[in-house]
């Protein structure tokens, strides 16, 4: 078990700071004493244990995603170890088990799976100079102040973006990481995942083309081409798990065509095949991108990533809001993978992806909630909400049902990672579940259909969440983590980076 008592120190003095002077002049015996007497010796760590069952039971209503979409009232799930054994009715399901947890007042459904973030960005919300501005200067304004980042800095961040992410159901995330500066490698958002307990596909982003070179970062933020690809495949050999139930992947995923060179696109592609891990990056973003698209490749974004060999079932492409019909016949044809983000197309006034004509050609979408800085919330089921509202603004009112867009958040994102042990409840599957309660004010007059209510209206903060079998948010506390203290930690840092 990690070591408490640092942790304990800093949220002790964050509620009582007139302790202080007092705890700095105490020898380390009283000192001990003295925290302990305030704060006990309880743990907050609450480690998964293979082979012990967990029943949860009693549920108004279990959304399993199956292969069938059954909805199961009065439904129950039967865990051992990270593994679902069971989804049904009482009578279909054991009732014994090492620990039960009735759900009455609850709907339950698969984990959400986020496809696309930068965490750090949790750092830099709403910074004045980049809240009213489109993609391209939205970057420039901020480009200076990620130069600052620290390791610590990427850390405190993860961490405060998967709590987030954690407390709004989501199970599964992706974390598109492209500045290096000031020693930050990737092993610092891997750790902070292993801490907070989360499945986690880790892509190995970056940028190489400097305005110098025509591209649109500075040149002092971009890393060699050659460390890149030298540095992507030691965290694959590091780091990836190729097996059925892994919790760290990695991926493959330069910046964006207007931050890498085309050479670095083909190496990337080329690595992420030799070792079978995938590959991601923004595409078809909004119409500067369309632009610098034409004008320094002479193609669109989707004739260049065909040129490029970057489509495929082990592909993603973050946005895709103006992907033309070639793209969308391109995609649906080569199992390319599209992660939707609504909240930041409507944040930077992007546009509206066409999910619906998507869907409609057979692509398998996911949702991303996309960087802190350009949304700037980490909350997957507040995503989901925005997927539909978004679809019919652009669509018209049948453009996304609610079921559809839950559908896209779990089994769409599962695709998208290439994973199929995750985004259903289901026998053989990983046991990665969120379960919100339906007695809240949110959702206060909405019980004739509550898998509807939880879209359509607002259910607040998960009762739990469980990943790999392990309650990682239980009566709406996440418990792998102290978030007061997290909280504490990156506003100070937070401030440092924007005003220092
Ligand atoms: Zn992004």
Redesign the pocket.
């Known amino acids: 078990m990690k070591d408490q008592k640092p942790d304990q120190l800093r949220r002790l003095l964050v509620k009582a700071p007139l302790l202080v002077p007092l705890l700095t002049t105490l020898p380390a015996a009283a000192k001990e004493k003295l925290l302990s007497s305030f704060i006990g010796n309880q743990s907050t760590d609450t480690p998964p244990i293979a082979g012990k069952t967990l029943l949860l039971k009693n549920a108004d209503v279990v959304v399993t995603m199956d292969k069938d979409r059954r909805e199961i009232k009065q439904g129950c799930i039967f865990i051992k170890g990270n593994t679902i054994v069971a989804v049904g009715t009482e009578s279909e399901v054991p009732q014994t088990a090492d620990r039960v947890i009735d759900l009455k007042g609850h709907i339950v459904i698969p984990g959400l799976i986020n496809t696309?973030?930068?965490m750090y960005q949790t750092l830099t919300r709403v910074v004045p100079a980049a809240q009213d501005v489109e993609l391209f200067n939205w970057l420039t304004a901020l480009y200076p102040t990620w130069e600052k980042l620290t390791p610590e800095m990427m850390k405190v961040a993860t961490k405060t973006a998967m709590a987030e992410l954690m407390l709004s159901g989501c199970t599964t995330s992706s974390d598109?990481q492209y500045v290096y500066p000031n020693g930050i490698r990737l092993e610092h958002s891997i750790e902070a995942a292993q801490e907070m307990g989360m499945r986690f596909h880790a892509c190995r982003g970056s940028m190489s083309l400097g305005k110098k070179q025509g591209g649109l970062p500075p040149d002092s933020i971009v890393e060699d081409e050659k460390f890149i690809l030298k540095d992507t495949q030691r965290v694959i050999e590091q780091f990836h798990d190729a097996e059925r139930g892994a919790m760290i992947r990695i991926v493959v995923a330069p910046c964006s065509p207007f931050s890498v060179s085309e050479g670095l696109m083909r190496d990337s592609a080329k690595l992420a095949r030799a070792h079978g891990v995938s590959l991601h990056t923004?595409l078809a973003e909004n119409i500067s991108d369309i632009n610098f698209s034409k004008k320094t490749f002479n193609k669109t974004p989707a004739q260049y990533v065909e040129d490029l060999e970057w489509v495929g079932h082990d592909v993603w492409h973050?946005?895709c809001v103006k992907l033309d019909d070639y793209g969308i016949k391109l995609f649906a044809r080569t199992g390319t993978g599209v992660a939707y983000?609504p909240c930041?197309n409507m944040r930077l006034g992007s546009g509206i992806a066409p999910v619906r004509h998507m869907l409609d050609a057979g692509i398998q979408v996911g949702l991303?909630v996309?960087?802190s800085a350009?949304n700037d919330s980490s909350d997957m089921m507040a995503e989901v909400r925005q997927a539909l509202l978004l679809q019919r603004v652009g669509f018209g009112p049948e453009a996304l049902t609610s079921r559809e867009a839950l559908e896209i958040a779990t089994l769409g994102g599962a695709k998208n990672l290439n994973r199929d042990d995750i985004g259903a409840l289901a026998p053989g599957m990983m046991a990665d579940i969120a379960v919100f309660s339906l007695e809240g004010i949110g959702l206060a007059g909405a019980q004739h259909d509550p898998v509807s209510a939880l879209v359509f209206c607002n259910p607040g903060k998960v009762a739990y969440n469980i990943i790999n079998g392990r309650i990682v948010v239980e009566d709406g506390k996440v418990t792998t983590v102290d978030v007061p203290v997290i909280i504490e930690q990156h506003n100070r840092l937070s401030y440092q980076l924007v005003e220092g």
């Open positions: 696309h973030h930068h598109h923004h973050a946005h983000c930041s991303g996309d960087g350009s």
